[in-house]
């Protein structure tokens, strides 16, 4: 499976804004974007020998590129994922940019992620791939496998005791979006209730611009 397996800070660095993609670092005063950070190991600057250089006002295509690139980066999609799901979106009925957003946050390891079971969207992708994830009742090891409405997504009776697990839903202060309700086993086991609608999604990602790049 293609992923990315560089150094994550620095891809918030890049964006100028926390991504959230390590967990509890990045509530920490070691997240080098952090706003708590003032003194001189703030690093919340572009990475790179330049990425001082970098931090003036760039053009309108500079800001769509990096609105696409902040998506990508949240939800940990690479580029020909991230193309094919918004050619999916444009062909659906709606507005593109909602309807990519409503996609991304169906996958199942981002619905692991809201669920509370791990960390980070790279923690919750790991559980699924290692079989920590059941959908209905059914072993899923694919983490963009997209859910639908009504779908149980729930951990094996094993993995709900592993300390990793347990440690994340009580001292994760994360509640359930709307969209999702916890199951009848607790937040261990969670079920999609509706579709996500645009106020249901947090993410700081302005979806018009990525629709306006991909649309020159």
């Not at 690093?43 to 500079?62: I, K, N, T, V, W």
């Not at 994922?81 to 940019?97: D, S, V």
């Not at 059914?138 to 009504?150: A, C, F, G, L, M």
């Amino acid at each position: 499976m293609a992923r990315y397996t560089g150094p994550v800070c620095r891809l918030c660095r890049r964006e100028r804004t926390k991504l959230f993609l390590k967990g509890e670092r990045c509530y920490s005063m070691k997240c080098p974007v952090s706003e708590a950070v003032t003194d001189r190991h703030s690093r919340a600057y572009p990475p790179g020998e330049h990425g001082r250089d970098r931090m003036r006002q760039g053009s309108e295509y500079l800001a769509q590129l990096r609105e696409k690139q902040k998506a990508r980066r949240i939800y940990g999609v690479l580029e020909k994922q991230f193309r094919n799901l918004y050619a999916e979106a444009n062909r659906q009925p709606g507005i593109t940019g909602e309807n990519l957003l409503r996609l991304l946050e169906l996958r199942l390891d981002n619905v692991a992620f809201r669920a509370g079971w791990g960390a980070s969207r790279s923690q919750a992708r790991q559980l699924v791939r290692h079989g920590h994830v059941r959908v209905n009742g059914k072993r899923v090891t694919i983490p963009s496998y997209r859910v639908r409405v009504d779908d149980i997504v729930s951990l094996k009776p094993a993995s709900k005791e592993l300390f990793v697990v347990r440690r994340n839903l009580d001292t994760l202060d994360r509640q359930l979006p709307l969209w999702l309700v916890a199951g009848e086993e607790g937040r261990s086991q969670v079920r999609v209730a509706t579709l996500p609608e645009r106020e249901h999604i947090d993410e700081p990602v302005r979806e018009s611009l990525i629709v306006e790049l991909y649309s020159k």
